[in-house]
């Protein structure tokens, strides 16, 4: 999946601004880790429309990845939190994953890019809203993410940490496999 928005990306940056099309996987990975996303190098250089590129770039098949997944589903029926999503992706590609998942209904709000004025985490700016925002102290939020950075910035702001990946990272609260396996760790958040 994270091919196709690639490649789409590279689509973009070639036909939309005529960039060489040798160039443009290096200018995007150098985008990417120079402004946090491709999208924001893009803006700065090429005085890019966002939501123009947004939607280009988050215009895939889903349906073609994403299936409803009941673990997902019994573990948020059972929790009794707030959820909130805040994503470096667009609202639209967002709700079309949490619906195709069929667990739209139990996330309280979605906060996208454009809700950060397109700062992504790992930078500061979108933990201080969602922190403000809610009212939460941040020791009771847990972060769930599949970034490094980004669950280093949480722990900077001292969130609970749970990252998702095929590695163990003892530095985080828990480290789990893949997001279905968080329900084999909810007894231990539930006084976590």
Do not use: C, W
């Amino acid at each position: 999946m994270f091919n196709l928005i690639n490649n789409k990306i590279n689509q973009y940056m070639t036909e939309s601004l005529s960039i060489n099309s040798q160039d443009v996987n290096q200018m995007r990975v150098r985008y990417f880790y120079e402004y946090g996303t491709t999208l924001n190098g893009l803006m700065k250089h090429h005085n890019v429309d966002p939501i123009d590129y947004l939607e280009f770039v988050h215009d895939i098949p889903l349906e073609d990845f994403i299936v409803p997944n009941q673990i997902l589903g019994d573990f948020f029926e059972k929790a009794s939190s707030t959820n909130v999503i805040f994503s470096n992706a667009y609202y639209p590609y967002i709700k079309k994953i949490l619906s195709l998942l069929s667990v739209d209904e139990y996330f309280d709000n979605i906060h996208d890019i454009v809700d950060f004025e397109f700062t992504p985490k790992p930078f500061a700016l979108p933990y201080k809203k969602v922190i403000e925002k809610y009212r939460f102290k941040p020791e009771d939020i847990i972060l769930i993410d599949d970034s490094v950075p980004n669950l280093h910035k949480a722990k900077e702001f001292n969130m609970k940490t749970i990252f998702v990946g095929n590695k163990k990272m003892d530095e985080f609260d828990f480290s789990i496999n893949k997001i279905e396996d968080i329900i084999d760790i909810y007894e231990k958040l539930i006084d976590f």
